[in-house]
Structures are given as C-alpha cells and as structure tokens.
C-alpha cells in the first residue's frame, strides 16, 4: 500500500465555490440588460459592448505580461468591468471613447492598485465618472430609443431637473421597458430586475444593498420633492439607479461585507444620490454617491463589524 | 420555539453513507501501539516496560495530572516496546507497542466499579479511561469534577454529527441505544443538580432521532433538540447555544454557564464501563471517503494500524491521497498507515489524490462569504491581514482585538473561500503568533 500520504491542514474540502464562477453569474445576470440594450439602442450598442469588453480584458492581459504577473483575465472579472461600463454609456459614446474608458478601469483604477480585489473604487464607475467629466458632449445624458417617439433624448431625469411636466416623460410602461433616453443598459428595469433576481438565487448578493439603496433613494426623493410620488417613481427608473444599486453598489471589493454595513453603504448611496439630484447641479448623481462611498466603505465596515460569540469587550475586563 | 436563531450556516456535504450500516467487528490486529498523548492533556505515563505481558482493559498508562487519561490494552500479549511517537500536533510522546498473543485474555483487573455517589461515579470515570470521542480528547472525568462544584443544571449530549461521512455516533444511537439510555440514568441518579438532559441531534438523522425519542420516553427532563443540518452544529460552543440558548463567554468553559457537553458514543461507553469494568480499549468508527470502494462502520481495537482497518474494507477506489482521522472539515491527516487509531478517532476518511490536491489560491475579492459563513461571528480576512503587520506587538494586539482566541477552526471560512485562500491555516498561525508572543513576554517577567 503506498505511503507517501499528503498532509494539509484541514479543511480538507471546498464548496466548490469560485472567483470566475462568481463573476460568471454576474456576467449572467447583465445578460438580459445587454441583449435589451442592443434591442433598444441597436447595434450601436452592441458595438459599444464588445469594444468595452475586449478592451478591458485585452488591458488586464497586457497590464498582466508586462508586469509579469499571473494571468488573472480567466477570474473574468475584467470582462464584468468592461460590460458594466458599456451598459452605463449612452449610444452616442464614440468607439475611441469608450476604448479609453475601459483601459482607465482596468489598468489605472485596477491593476495599479494591485489587481483584483485590492481597488478601492469600483472600476466600471469611476471610468464612467472619468469619462463624463472628458467626453461630456457625447457620454453626459443619453440618446432615444429606436423606438422612442420623443424627438429629445434627454433622460427623464434631465427632463425633470429642466422642469418638464409630467407630460413630457415617458409613460410608465415606457420606463420598465426601457423604452426612454438613457445609457444603453439603465433603461429597462424589467431586465435588470431579472439579473438581481438571478443573482440572489445564486446567492452571488444579498437583498440589503439593492433594495436600502433603491427603497432610500425613494423614500428621500418623496421627502425632498414635497411627496410628488409621480416624481419618485421617475427617480427610482428614470436614472441609473437600478443598474448602480443592483450591479455596482453590490461590487465585493468597494462595499462592506457585513448586512448592517450593506444597509448603511446603500443609506449612504442613496443620500448621496438624492441630495446630488435634488440639490446639485447634475440631473444624475449614482455614480458620483456610489464612488463617494466606496471611500468610505472601509470605515462602515469597520463600524459594523460582526460581534464574536461571548466576545468580551475590552482586554482584562473579562465578566 | 427556542426564542433565538441557529447558529451555524454552511452547507457542507452531508454523504452519510454509511447512516444505515450497524458497525462490523474487525479481528484484533497481532500489534497495536498505542501513544501516550495526543490530545488536550499531559500525556499518560506508562506502567509496563519492555517485556512485560498484558491482558485486555489491563491497564498500562496512569495520568499524568489533573487533565490527563489512562490508557489500558485492548488486546493480550507482551509489550515489545516503548518507543517514542511524533503526534500528530507536533509533540513527541512515548508509545506503548504491544504484540498480542492472539488469545483476547481478559484481565483480572476488568470488574464492574462500585458507583454510589457522584464521587464514585466521577472516580469510575476516572478510571475508565474515557476522553471525549466528539475530537478534542478532553477528560471526561474532569469534565464531570464541575458537577461536583453544583450549578450544572443542564448536560447537553453532543450527538450532531455534523461532519461529512461519519455515523458512528449516528448508529451508537440504534445499535446502543440501551447504554446510551443506562448512561443518561446514571446522570440522573447521581448528578442531583442537572434538571435537564438535551440530546442535540442533526435533522438528517431521522432514525437516530426516533430512537433516541423512544428510548427516553419515560425518563423526566430528557428531551431531543432537533438541530439544523447545517455545519457545524456539534461545535461545543454551538451545540450550547442551539440547544440552551445560553453563550459560554470567552475564555470561559461550558461549566460556568451551567452546562456539561458529552458526546453520545462517550456517554455509552461511561455505561458500558460502569456496568462491565471494561475500559475504551474498542472503538466504533467510520470508514468513508472518495478513495473507499466499501464505506463501512467498523469496531476496532484502539491502537490498530489505520493501514490494517482500510484492507479491511477491501479494495480501494484510485490512488489513496489524503488519509484523515476524522472527516474532512476537521480531520487531521496522517503521516503513514502505520499509525494508530486512536480513542478518539471516530472516523477514517481516506481521500483519492485527485480529491487531495488543492488548487492554487488566488486574491481575495472581499465578498465576505467567510464572515457570513463563521459560526462564532469572527472576521476571518481581518486576521489574515493582521498576520501582515509588520510589528509584532501590534500584529498581537490586532489579531486579539479581533477575536482571534475564539477560532475554534471549524473550516467553514476556508470551506466556501470563492478564492481558495488559507483562512483555517492563517488562523492557526496568527493564534501561534499571539501564543508564542505571551510566552515571550511571561518569560521576560
């Protein structure tokens, strides 16, 4: 019989459980958001997607040889990145635009912090903020949808923000569907509803960020808005709000592990957000309040820590 | 209801396939060797020498101190040796090798004790050897010594099972169920301040739960709690708050908050030695895995060769990788199949290689399933960047300040890891570190 045994230490078995697994079912869950983007926006979107996502899995690989470290594109996290980015661009974003803003989340955001799970901010969203603040004319706002019958593609929220009355918004059906201004991913909120539904059933996320982010941001737009509930309805569809607090408020890397820190990072975001809508100078503020927290995060976790089993606070003052 | 929530969250694997298997007995092996430590204590000290002969329930090792066991032989024959054995934890004790003359004498020594008290019923636990068969080995006698300073009301009877494979606590309760019942008599009969006995069984053992149930029918403040089937519900610390609702503090033990924990097999044997004089020189265990063609429940002489229990069982399925006292959350591989099994092995998991390699970890994407996943509410990424930390004395300070005291390294951290990092054995470390700096700065006093 042999003999040469193998000794670790225990646990000497896994769940099975998996970076690129996980980053699959997330890539999974855009799915229904990126096929609904190409329906609405056209093949200008699918366009803008795929050069996204090469762009930011070509950078990571090349970030990666370079450098000379491990290969990390397989994790498939590059691509979650470059997917995430094209669904929160309008489809009047140029090629090169776009080009450029995957290659700013992956290398400077992410592999200069030291690659996967060392960023502080989330990639998707700060390339986003990057790009808005360099290529305004064209990333700020969003273009109508294929089928839009308005003349404008203004977002709804643009349109409120500019005073529009509640004729000139898309009908109600119009926002689930998707079928208004906006960045190619964010407008239809049945099919990003559907990929926070698939991720919950793969436990990829918990409920708390999702549903304090978007209950918040509702309940504070009622506050601020004098309780106009039409209103609230649009700033719960009408902006990017879905996609932010299902997809990107959720990132692992840049918000709290705990449920109670979740509930105050969403809080958090959703502040942000509203007070950026209500009370500043742009009509979206999502992405600004997601990055503005992902700062902070370290320090809501630390906050909301998990309280040991019989832990005794403090050192020699055992009960 | 019990007005608090269930502890323990993990979905391990349960593969109880050997639940409806009742143990076959294995011929006694012609050596068994038999160390002298190994476990929480101070290793026994042996009462024969080279040369000597011996006869079963003999006894041939006296504790040495308080927490320590004695150790007696399970087969007859003459002791070949005393030699020195590295344990699996890294120290190096004395072990008794004993050859057998095939004949299975009796010693004179094995006669029923006399309990009459609780005094007499602890001593008899003293005597018979018995540590605790859940894994950790504790003396069961001084486990019981709390009895003794009153306050105990509760004794939880550890019959979870939580960890994959293993059912031979499982089948302790159908197929010895009468001495399971006879030692929870004697707890009533000579332990006045427990009120309540509690037997904390995992929901995918319907047949033990039912026969527990019966059993104890017409015996007053006896019950059976239920337990999810969920990892690691036989973790003291958690079996005591399912059951009871109560939170043993850090630092402290199970008796300051009343309780008593014994596992289910400890607690047939105590009965079987109460009513026989034989001492644990048996045991009953599993032997599962992904490299056995023929998972059995199997009663063997403590001190047989593992190498010795696995032929047994027949042919092997591929490359033998990983051989494992106990199951795989918990189990500590071994270094040969020459070596023992021991009083507290419940199980022998033997894995394939292919089972055994483990993959490459890969950076940590923060997701906190380890946080969600430890039982004990711990941060097991924040110790493992505490580990980082340049200054000892700050790195100490962290990793306490973080709890690191109350790991009691169930696995579940590493177990659903997305990115296969280490977390059990950065645990294990970092509690080297804090252990290792105390003793540094008690020496420097």
């Given amino acids: 019989m042999a003999n040469n045994l193998i000794v670790s230490t225990s646990p000497h078995l896994h769940s099975g459980a998996s970076t690129r697994k996980i980053m699959l079912d997330v890539l999974i869950a855009l799915s229904p958001a990126a096929v609904m983007a190409v329906v609405l926006f056209g093949l200008k979107a699918l366009l803008l997607i795929a050069i996204s996502v090469c762009s930011a899995v070509l950078s990571e690989f090349v970030f990666n040889l370079i450098t000379k470290k491990r290969q990390t594109i397989g994790d498939l996290s590059a691509a979650v990145t470059g997917l995430l980015l094209a669904l929160t661009l309008p489809a009047s974003t140029k090629w090169w635009q776009v080009m450029v803003g995957a290659v700013f989340a992956i290398v400077v955001v992410k592999c200069l912090f030291g690659g996967i799970g060392c960023n502080f901010a989330n990639p998707a969203i700060t390339a986003r903020i990057f790009m808005l603040i360099s290529f305004g004319t064209t990333v700020a706002g969003g273009t109508k949808t294929a089928f839009s019958e308005l003349t404008a593609g203004a977002t709804p929220l643009a349109a409120i923000k500019a005073g529009a009355d509640a004729t000139a918004l898309p009908s109600l059906t119009d926002m689930l569907v998707g079928n208004r201004g906006g960045a190619i991913g964010e407008t239809c909120a049945i099919a990003l509803l559907v990929g926070f539904a698939y991720l919950l059933i793969k436990k990829v996320i918990t409920w708390h960020t999702p549903v304090v982010f978007v209950g918040a941001t509702f309940l504070l737009s009622l506050l601020f808005g004098g309780f106009d509930l039409t209103a609230s309805v649009y700033h719960v569809l009408g902006g990017g709000l879905l996609i932010g607090a299902i997809f990107m408020a959720t990132d692992y890397v840049t918000s709290p592990v705990t449920s109670w820190g979740k509930v105050v990072f969403a809080f958090g975001c959703a502040l942000f957000t509203v007070i950026i809508r209500y009370f500043g100078s742009l009509p979206e503020g999502v992405s600004y309040a997601i990055l503005l927290m992902n700062i902070i995060s370290p320090y809501i976790e630390k906050l909301c820590a998990p309280k040991p089993l019989g832990a005794v606070s403090k050192k020699g003052g055992k009960a | ?445």
């Avoid at chain 2, 043993?248 to 596992?263: S, T």
């Avoid at chain 2, 079987?272 to 490299?291: I, S």
């Avoid at chain 2, 990788?321 to 023992?340: A, C, F, N, Q, T």
């Avoid at chain 2, 033997?350 to 711990?378: Q, W, Y």
């Fill in chain 2, 1 to 445: 209801m019990l007005g608090f929530k269930f502890l323990g969250n993990t979905h391990v694997p349960h593969r109880k396939n050997t639940a409806a298997m009742p143990a076959v007995k294995m011929p006694p092996p012609k050596e068994v060797l038999l160390p002298m430590g190994g476990q929480i204590g101070a290793p026994s000290t042996p009462v024969v020498k080279a040369g000597d002969t011996v006869k079963v329930g003999q006894l041939v090792a006296e504790p040495a101190g308080y927490v320590s066991s004695a150790v007696h032989s399970p087969i007859s024959g003459k002791v070949t040796k005393i030699e020195p054995y590295l344990c699996p934890n890294g120290k190096t004790v004395q072990a008794i090798r004993i050859q057998s003359d095939g004949e299975m004498t009796v010693s004179e020594e094995v006669v029923p004790p006399t309990v009459t008290d609780l005094d007499s019923f602890i001593e008899a636990v003293r005597k018979s050897g018995s540590i605790g068969l859940g894994g950790a080995g504790f003396p069961t006698a001084v486990k019981l010594d709390a009895l003794k300073k009153g306050g105990i009301d509760t004794v939880v009877i550890n019959a979870a099972e939580c960890e994959p494979y293993i059912t031979s606590d499982t089948r302790t309760m159908i197929d010895r169920i009468d001495a399971v019942k006879e030692g929870v008599l004697l707890f009533k009969s000579f332990a006045p301040t427990v009120t309540r006995i509690v037997f904390g069984i995992e929901s995918n053992k319907a047949e033990a739960i039912a026969s527990v149930r019966e059993a104890m029918a017409d015996v007053e403040g006896v019950c059976v709690t239920v337990l999810p089937s969920k990892y690691p519900q036989g973790a003291e610390k958690i079996i005591i708050h399912n059951t009871t609702g109560r939170i043993v503090p850090e630092g402290k033990l199970p008796a300051d908050v009343g309780v008593i924990v014994i596992n289910v097999s400890t607690l047939a044997t105590i009965a079987d030695y109460v009513k026989t004089g034989m001492p644990l020189v048996e045991k009953t265990l599993t032997l599962d895995g992904g490299a056995i063609a023929n998972p059995m429940n199997v009663t063997v002489c403590v001190g047989t060769p593992i190498g010795e229990v696995i032929a047994f069982a027949g042919e092997t399925k591929g490359e033998i990788g990983k051989v494992l006292y106990g199951g795989p959350m918990m189990g500590v591989p071994i270094r040969s199949l020459d070596e023992p099994v021991r009083k507290t092995t419940n199980a022998i998991t033997v894995m394939t290689r292919e089972e055994s390699v483990k993959n490459d970890s890969t950076a940590c994407i923060h997701c906190g399933r380890c946080v969600t996943a430890c039982p004990m509410g711990l941060t097991p990424t924040a110790f493992s960047k505490a580990l980082e930390i340049e200054s000892k004395e700050d790195k100490v300070q962290r990793l306490e300040e973080y709890k690191i005291n109350l790991c009691m390294e169930c696995g579940c951290c590493s177990f659903v890891c997305p990115a296969l990092r280490p977390l059990v054995q950065n645990n294990r470390l970092a509690k080297g570190v804090v252990r290792e700096h105390h003793d540094h700065m008690k020496d420097k006093k």
